[in-house]
């Protein structure tokens, strides 16, 4: 079984554990304060585990020919891209505040750290666990000093090949015990036939000792509620009050009741994946009753008969006898009484059978 671990405080993941669902707001708050507020608490009406933010210290994740670039897009609320980055960042006293919020809504916080000194800030506010986001799985040195800080991690894999994997496994196990990784593939919306949730089960097989989960950027629930049945512990997807929304995010994302769908969906799912030990259960009992069939004499069969095949059929039968898959097993057998014609053949009628088992 893989892996468990507790990934929030209370809050088990892996094995039979419940899948945790994480609402990604991301910078889909439109940098105002108010709107991130309320999709904290759409995250929580929606019956998501945790609301996750996106954190920079925008001077260490780019460089400065990165923050003054034009930025053209009609996605963009500045001239430069440093503008529209700023615009689209909240101050660490917000963060501050947003936690608050969360703690009093009663659901999870937690943010992605963009960068090394995002991940400082992140730690300073004692966060449940720390995001990686694709673009730093394979930044090892980010890796190893997020992984030292000894809270639980979840690392999203998109634009990372198996090989990088591997070494980013080995590289956060080396520090750190308790983490995830999620299959993802990074492009906003993401088309079906990129999703590749086969390598869910892949990532099984090379890590069976850590939960492994899903990302998705994809439009709907479906693929999210298959990751799921595949085996995902941990389910990501973006959150937007308005798809319209000026923003890359916000077509690959899930507005309120897509988000409340794939919730309720999935903990179907859960209820139905059931133990894997294949037998009849009780509620199949009524139909059994009414439509199970039985072994039946095809002719009359006289006391001290050995039974052979031709003298037998199988039928609905009352009351119920001997059942179909031991048909077989009767052969040879001698009954012990009369049995007439269209009559059910019961254990206790043939000799040796009802000694052994009882219907």
Not at 87 to 115: C, K, N, P, W
Not at 157 to 177: A, D, F, I, L, P
Not at 301 to 314: E, N, Q, S
């Amino acid at each position: 079984m893989p892996l468990k671990f507790e990934l929030c405080p209370g809050r088990m993941i892996g094995g039979s554990n419940p899948c945790f669902i994480i609402a990604e707001i991301g910078q889909n708050h439109q940098g105002e304060i108010e709107i991130a507020k309320k999709m904290i608490k759409t995250a929580k009406d929606c019956g998501a585990d945790c609301a996750k933010f996106q954190k920079s210290e925008l001077e260490y994740k780019f460089n400065k020919q990165a923050l003054a670039r034009p930025y053209n897009s009609k996605h963009s609320w500045g001239k430069t891209y440093g503008e529209h980055k700023r615009h689209l960042e909240f101050s660490h006293e917000q963060y501050r505040e947003l936690q608050r919020y969360a703690q009093e809504v009663g659901i999870f916080f937690t943010a992605s750290g963009m960068d090394e000194m995002a991940v400082e800030f992140l730690h300073e506010v004692n966060v449940p666990f720390f995001k990686v986001g694709s673009g730093d799985t394979n930044n090892f040195p980010y890796l190893e000093k997020t992984s030292k800080k000894g809270r639980p991690m979840v690392v999203s894999s998109g634009m990372q090949s198996m090989e990088t994997m591997r070494r980013v496994y080995q590289t956060v196990k080396q520090y750190n015990e308790n983490f995830v990784i999620l299959q993802c593939t990074s492009a906003y919306p993401l088309e079906a036939e990129d999703v590749n949730l086969k390598v869910i089960t892949e990532y099984q097989k090379e890590f069976p000792d850590i939960p492994i989960g899903y990302s998705g950027h994809e439009s709907g629930v479906c693929i999210s509620v298959a990751a799921v049945a595949l085996g995902a512990k941990v389910i990501e997807r973006h959150i937007t009050l308005d798809k319209t929304w000026k923003g890359n995010d916000h077509a690959a994302s899930l507005d309120p009741s897509e988000l409340a769908e794939l919730v309720r969906s999935i903990r179907l799912v859960e209820r139905a994946m059931g133990s894997g030990i294949k037998q009849m259960l009780p509620c199949e009992k009524p139909c059994h009753d009414k439509l199970g069939k039985s072994v039946v004499a095809k002719v009359k069969i006289p006391k001290g008969t050995l039974l052979t095949l031709d003298m037998l059929a199988v039928k609905v039968a009352e009351p119920m006898g001997v059942p179909p898959e031991d048909l077989f097993e009767l052969v040879g057998k001698a009954v012990l009484e009369d049995v007439e014609e269209d009559e059910c053949v019961t254990p206790e009628v043939v000799d040796s059978y009802g000694k052994k088992k009882k219907c």
